[in-house]
């Protein structure tokens, strides 16, 4: 990722759109990468699995491109790796949609004779020699015939319709590898004949998680109709975390790519430490017990783990004024807590990092030209927002950011994110629900065709939290340097942040309900009805540990 990509050579035709697509643009971060603290196999080129040893390639050469379909209809682009380090083997090629700058890398694997084997044959799946697009010469996908015992995991393309050299790519043992599923589509072409309709998809392993063996290795499938074409993944064998990042590492990380959060211009409810929330008066409340308890700074008296039975929840200071102080936070105080786990079998490092805000306010909604309060409705006492960067732990680069959208999220590519102040990433935090988003603007949570939902505005806002100046690491699911990893108490407490809501959002609803046509009323119902019961504010929140993500993938 971030390397120099090679002119195309001769051979290969090149139209005149090529040159206006932002794929001909290699992303690179704004700055230099730091130079990462030493120890272990963290940012050291390449990892081995177990009998297989594997280095992430990000250069390319161009084999073939269209010019029309998929996403912003700009086509694809199809790549062979090249540069690979002697000793090691191309598994399989690369495919990118046009409308972003090229970024994308494909794993090479060393290994003995028996680990790594040559393809015995390939059959083509699929050519565009019958596709009447705008397109650079014809492509043609190759899979390869893996000998027994053996699986493919990657295809190779072709600007000719003369196969391949066996020489060129190798398939891997089958007992280093485990099924793969398709992540998104890359690129459709439709021949106007079904049966050879082409989709190409990115892959990953089928298995995601903490405890997962699965490596991604960068490459694509394609469905041909209704034919699919299997290829297998990697796997850390013995599940090797030598590659995972020390604390000091981490903290580099964090430095380096962790994101200035921008709060809305008209935010009310600010985010702060949980320190600070304990300190101004937040209490414990226990089922049966009418008198609440006051919370030590780190949370010591609270309960340690257990369920989400319902027997405690955390609440606001009783008295008016301690309460209204509470709920607009304090960002001066306010800290990013985080959480290492390795990811795609030890090859990646995600760093889910939590923000909490003590306040959610209320929503709004947007019915047609109307942008309307909602009341009540939205509202909620500890309000968890977290997003996750995704390193390389062959290069320490960053690859991916998970943005936390309310009960959802999405995951941003490096190349597709704003950049402020070297390599940290720019987000926005929406007005009073406080989601998490790449870019300024509205995003209708909704009906987009009728214009009706609730509002998630985002924008530019005076206060930032700067996430890389205040963050401890809580959590990682790997050993760290001992005695060096301190657990925050509140960090095991299972229970909810917030009261369970009496309120009645059917009430809530008819308060504004009645200014509304039948068909806009029931568009708005709907929607309300659609949003899980955290969101609306009628349940409160549960802390990060207890959250799906904790032990698994993003959603």
């Not at 304090?330 to 306040?359: N, R």
């Not at 977290?386 to 995951?411: D, P």
Request: aromatic share 10%; with cysteine; charged share 20%.
């Amino acid at each position: 990722m971030g390397n120099c990509l090679p002119l195309p050579s001769p051979e290969t035709p090149v139209s005149k759109k090529t040159r206006d697509v932002p794929i001909d643009r290699v992303f690179k971060f704004p700055s230099p990468l730091p130079a990462w603290p030493s120890g272990g196999g963290f940012g050291k080129g390449s990892i081995n699995l177990g009998e297989l040893e594997v280095c992430q390639i990000s250069t390319f050469t161009k084999i073939w491109a269209t010019h029309e379909g998929g996403d912003d209809n700009l086509g694809a682009t199809f790549f062979r790796p090249s540069l690979i380090p002697d000793g090691y083997f191309m598994l399989g090629c690369y495919c990118q949609a046009n409308n972003k700058s090229q970024f994308g890398w494909v794993l090479a694997a060393k290994g003995n004779a028996e680990v790594l084997e040559k393809p015995t044959d390939y059959t083509l799946v699929w050519s565009s020699e019958s596709l009447k697009i705008k397109q650079d010469g014809k492509g043609y996908i190759w899979l390869p015939t893996a000998p027994e015992g053996y699986a493919s995991v990657g295809l190779i393309v072709t600007n000719s319709p003369e196969k391949p050299s066996l020489d060129e790519m190798r398939c891997v043992r089958s007992n280093l590898t485990e099924v793969s599923e398709n992540e998104s589509q890359v690129w459709g072409a439709s021949s106007g004949n079904g049966s050879s309709n082409l989709s190409v998809y990115s892959l990953r392993p089928r298995n995601m998680g903490i405890q997962a063996k699965g490596v991604c290795v960068g490459t694509f499938t394609v469905q041909v109709g209704e034919t699919v074409t299997a290829l297998a993944c990697l796997t850390n064998k013995d599940f090797n975390l030598s590659a995972m990042p020390n604390l000091e590492q981490i903290r580099a990380i964090m430095v380096a790519y962790s994101p200035w959060v921008y709060l809305h211009p008209d935010e009310d409810y600010f985010p702060s430490s949980v320190t600070w929330f304990f300190n101004n008066g937040a209490q414990l409340y226990k089922q049966g017990d009418s008198t609440p308890q006051p919370i030590d700074a780190t949370g010591s008296n609270l309960p340690q783990g257990g369920s989400n039975d319902g027997a405690y929840w955390l609440d606001l200071p009783s008295d008016e004024s301690g309460k209204n102080k509470v709920k607009k936070g304090d960002i001066q105080s306010s800290e990013c807590y985080v959480h290492v786990k390795p990811m795609l079998g030890a090859t990646f490092s995600d760093l889910a990092t939590w923000v909490f805000y003590p306040f959610n306010g209320p929503s709004r909604a947007k019915v047609g030209a109307l942008n309307i309060s909602l009341g009540k409705i939205g509202e909620h006492v500890g309000d968890w927002e977290h997003f996750t960067l995704r390193v390389s732990n062959f290069t320490g680069e960053l690859w991916r950011v998970y943005l936390s959208e309310h009960s959802r999220g999405a995951w941003i590519d490096a190349s597709s994110l704003e950049f402020e102040g070297g390599n940290k990433v720019v987000m926005y935090s929406s007005l009073h629900g406080h989601a998490l988003y790449p870019k300024p603007g509205l995003v209708l949570q909704g009906n987009e065709k009728l214009g009706v939902g609730i509002r998630n505005d985002a924008a530019k806002g005076k206060e930032r939290m700067e996430c890389g100046a205040r963050f401890s690491v809580v959590a990682a699911d790997y050993d760290l340097d001992s005695g060096v990893l301190v657990t925050p108490p509140w960090l095991n407490y299972a229970r909810e942040w917030g009261p369970k809501v009496s309120y009645d959002a059917a009430a809530e609803l008819r308060k504004v309900e009645k200014f509304l046509p039948g068909k806009l009323k029931t568009a708005l119902e709907n929607v309300v009805k659609s949003l899980p019961k955290e969101v609306l504010g009628e349940e409160g929140p549960t802390g990060p540990k207890m959250k799906n993500n904790w032990s698994g993938d993003e959603a």
